[in-house]
């Protein structure tokens, strides 16, 4: 279900986005890992004796995490023990996962020039990198020629950007979040029986 889950989710950003396919398979089993996280974090709270706090629980969950993924807000801006968030949870690394398989199958790019000659004296041409951008794109809007250029240059702006192949990485870090949580599920509902078990039967 999870992967049926992540197909949907991925379909309409390689219609619309015009995504290479070849990336289709890693990109969902990359979303299914991280919804399995969710799932799971859903798992625990399930035990909350209020559904209503369960539910709060798991929406303060989402948006930590939403918010602590290395996009929004670096990890150096993030005081301790917050800052612990910002490496464990499964949205960072699900995206910096995605973020380098796309951009690596995604080939070149026309709206770059090569800095030599009389590119270098392009409007937006500083000649800082190996491209410049050519007027009138601006260079917030032009990233690089290549796969590896645009992640160095994003990687600049995001911490979740990384411009080396880190998925094993990722998909590791996702999945020992999962088990962990899975444990906590275990433990906690092995603490709520025994609790339930040792209380004295209600009297009529």
Same mark, same amino acid.
């Given at each position: 279900? +999870?992967?049926?889950?992540?197909? =949907?989710?991925?379909?309409?950003?390689?219609?619309? $986005?015009?995504?290479?396919?070849?990336?289709?398979?890693?990109?969902?089993?990359?979303?299914?890992?991280? +919804?399995?996280?969710?799932?799971?974090?859903?798992?625990?709270?399930?035990?909350?004796?209020?559904?209503?706090?369960?539910?709060? #629980?798991?929406?303060?969950?989402?948006?930590?995490?939403?918010?602590?993924? !290395?996009?929004?807000?670096?990890?150096?801006?993030?005081?301790?023990?917050?800052?612990?968030?910002?490496?464990?949870?499964?949205?960072?690394?699900?995206?910096?996962?995605?973020?380098?398989? +796309?951009?690596?199958?995604? $080939?070149?790019?026309?709206?770059?020039?090569?800095?030599? !000659?009389?590119?270098?004296?392009?409007?937006?041409?500083?000649?800082?990198?190996?491209?410049?951008?050519?007027?009138?794109?601006?260079? #917030?809007?032009?990233? $690089?020629?290549? !796969?590896?250029?645009?992640?160095?240059?994003?990687?600049?702006?995001?911490?979740?950007?990384?411009?080396?192949?880190?998925?094993?990485? =990722?998909? !590791?870090?996702?999945?020992?979040?999962?088990?962990?949580?899975? +444990?906590?599920?275990?433990?906690?509902?092995?603490?709520?029986?025994?609790?339930?078990?040792?209380?004295?039967?209600?009297?009529?």
């Amino acid at each position: 279900m +999870l992967f049926i889950l992540s197909l =949907c989710n991925q379909l309409p950003m390689f219609i619309i $986005g015009d995504w290479p396919w070849k990336i289709l398979g890693i990109q969902v089993t990359t979303a299914a890992a991280m +919804l399995m996280t969710f799932d799971s974090v859903a798992t625990v709270y399930s035990l909350d004796m209020h559904a209503a706090l369960a539910v709060m #629980n798991f929406l303060n969950f989402w948006f930590t995490a939403l918010l602590m993924n !290395g996009f929004m807000i670096a990890a150096r801006d993030i005081i301790w023990p917050f800052q612990v968030a910002t490496h464990i949870f499964p949205l960072r690394y699900a995206f910096e996962a995605q973020v380098y398989q +796309l951009f690596q199958a995604s $080939g070149t790019y026309a709206d770059t020039l090569p800095c030599s !000659g009389e590119n270098a004296t392009l409007e937006f041409g500083n000649c800082s990198r190996s491209f410049v951008c050519p007027f009138p794109v601006s260079p #917030n809007e032009c990233f $690089g020629p290549t !796969g590896d250029e645009i992640l160095v240059s994003l990687g600049a702006m995001y911490d979740s950007v990384k411009d080396t192949n880190r998925y094993a990485l =990722c998909i !590791g870090v996702i999945c020992a979040f999962t088990v962990f949580l899975k +444990l906590c599920f275990v433990l906690r509902l092995r603490q709520q029986v025994q609790a339930r078990e040792i209380q004295p039967p209600i009297q009529d």
